[in-house]
Nanobody, 122 residues
Framework: QAELVESGGGLVQAGGSLRLSCAAP????????MGWFRQAPGKQREFVAT????????YYADSVKGRFTISRDNAKNTVYLQMDSLKPEDTSVYYC???????????????WGQGTRVTVSS
């Protein structure tokens, strides 16, 4: 079972920035597309961003487009999510996931991390 470990969450004021990281030490990282999702209390898990195996294809949810940037470093088995201009509505638990396709759908991802909490205060 592959392990994905997120880090970088925390408390930030609106307008601030955070950078999330997701390390996958035991995964054959370069063969997987990587995605970021988030889930707020009482809500379904929703797509945030995804990046293909070689980084050539990237997709964002409309709600984060222009504010968030996904990237990956295959040499370090790590995917990142740079979050700028944060809003209170970005408050959520953020999860990284690995799958065979850069999809916006939860069901396409095979491995999931435990999540890291992001809280944006107004």
């Amino acid at each position: 079972q592959a392990e994905l470990v997120e880090s970088g969450g925390g408390l930030v004021q609106a307008g601030g920035s955070l950078r999330l990281s997701c390390a996958a030490p035991g995964l054959t990282f370069s063969i997987y597309a990587m995605g970021w999702f988030r889930q707020a209390p009482g809500k379904q898990r929703e797509f945030v961003a995804t990046i293909s195996r070689n980084g050539g294809s990237i997709y964002y949810a409309d709600s984060v487009k222009g504010r968030f940037t996904i990237s990956r470093d295959n040499a370090k088995n790590t995917v990142y999510l740079q979050m700028d201009s944060l809003k209170p509505e970005d408050t959520s638990v953020y999860y990284c996931a690995a799958g065979f396709h850069a999809s916006t759908a939860v069901s396409f991802y095979r491995y999931w991390g435990q999540g890291t909490r992001v809280t944006v205060s107004s």
